[in-house]
C-alpha cells in the first residue's frame, strides 16, 4: 500500500512540475521582457527545441521591431523554423529578414537558407516544374552577388545541376511520349524542338537516337510513294547521331536501322542477321552492356 501510495505521489509530483514548466513558457511567451525571452529562446534553441525557440522569437519580433537586437531576432525566428523542418514558414521568414535587413551579417545566411528552402520544395521530373524554375533564379542571382569561393557556392553548383536534370528529363520525356504513342512524325518534331530549346540537353544523345528512329519508323510506315523522300531525311538524322556520337550503346542499332533503310532505297542488298533483329533485342543487349560496364 505505502509503494503504491508512494508511486501516486510521485506521479502527481512529476505532472505538477511538467504543468508548471509549461505555464512557466506560456508565461514567458506573453511576457514583454525582451531580455528574458531572450535568454530563453536562445537557450532553447542551443538544446534543439527549435518550436518552442522560434514561437519566443516570433513573440519578440514586435517587441524588437527598430532595435539592433531586431535582425538577430528574426534570423534566428526562421533558423527554428528551418531547424524544424518547416521549411515553408522558414522561407517565408528568411525572405522577409533579406528585404528588410539586406545588409545585415546574417544575410548571406539567410539567402543560402532560403534557397534551400525552395530546393526542398520542388517536386521531382514527373510533375510540374514551376517551383524547380523559381528556385533555379533565385540561385542564379545569389551566384551573381556572391564570390565564386564562397561557403555556399558547391552546394549552390550542386543544386543547380540537379534541377536543370529535372527540367531537361521533363523535357525530353514529353518530347518522346509521342514516340511511345507511335506519332512518329510528331516526335521527331518535338524532339527537334527540345534541342532547339536547349542544345546542351543533358539527354541530348538519347533526344538524337529517338530523333532518328522516330524518322526511320515514320518512313517505314508511309505509302511507297513517299518512302524513299523520307528514307533519306533518316540517313540525315542517322549520319548526325553517328557524327556526334559514335561509340554510342545506341550505335550498332541504329546501324542496322541505316542498312534497312539502304535496302528499302535498293542500295543494298546483302544479308545481315542485324537486319532481323527487333527493337528490344537492342534494348536487352544495351542493358547487358551498361551492367557489364557498371561492374567495372
Not at 32 to 56: H, I, P, R, T
Amino acid at each position: 500500500m505505502n509503494m503504491k501510495l508512494k508511486t501516486i505521489v510521485l506521479i502527481i509530483a512529476a505532472l505538477a512540475a511538467l504543468a508548471a514548466c509549461k505555464s512557466q513558457f506560456e508565461t514567458l511567451l506573453s511576457s514583454n521582457d525582451v531580455d528574458a525571452k531572450y535568454k530563453a529562446a536562445m537557450e532553447l534553441f542551443n538544446n534543439g527545441k527549435y518550436l518552442k525557440a522560434g514561437q519566443l522569437f516570433e513573440s519578440m519580433a514586435i517587441l524588437t521591431d527598430g532595435t539592433e537586437r531586431d535582425d538577430t531576432v528574426r534570423y534566428y525566428w526562421a533558423l527554428s523554423n528551418y531547424r524544424y523542418k518547416d521549411y515553408y514558414t522558414a522561407e517565408s521568414n528568411f525572405a522577409k529578414f533579406i528585404e528588410k535587413y539586406p545588409q545585415s551579417p546574417f544575410t548571406s545566411d539567410a539567402r543560402f537558407m532560403r534557397i534551400d528552402c525552395l530546393y526542398r520544395a520542388t517536386y521531382r521530373w514527373e510533375l510540374d516544374q514551376s517551383p524547380t524554375r523559381a528556385c533555379l533564379a533565385t540561385i542564379t542571382e545569389y551566384l551573381t552577388e556572391y564570390p565564386a569561393d564562397g561557403p555556399h557556392v558547391e552546394a549552390c553548383v550542386k543544386m543547380i545541376n540537379d534541377l536543370r536534370d529535372r527540367l531537361d528529363r521533363k523535357a525530353f520525356e514529353n518530347a518522346r511520349l509521342y514516340y511511345k504513342m507511335e506519332d512518329y512524325l510528331a516526335a521527331r518534331v518535338a524532339l527537334r524542338n527540345v534541342l532547339k530549346d536547349n542544345a546542351e540537353n543533358a539527354y541530348r544523345e538519347d533526344i538524337l537516337y529517338y530523333t532518328a528512329m522516330a524518322s526511320y519508323h515514320y518512313a517505314r510506315l508511309s505509302v511507297p510513294a513517299k518512302q524513299k523522300e523520307r528514307y533519306l531525311v533518316f540517313v540525315d538524322d542517322y549520319l548526325n547521331f553517328i557524327g556526334e556520337n559514335p561509340e554510342s550503346k545506341y550505335r550498332r542499332e541504329l546501324d542496322a536501322m541505316y542498312r534497312r533503310s539502304q535496302r528499302a532505297l535498293g542500295r543494298y542488298d546483302g544479308v545481315d542477321e542485324e537486319l532481323e533483329l527487333k527493337a528490344k533485342d537492342f534494348e536487352r543487349e544495351r542493358k547487358a552492356m551498361e551492367k557489364n560496364a557498371d561492374q567495372k
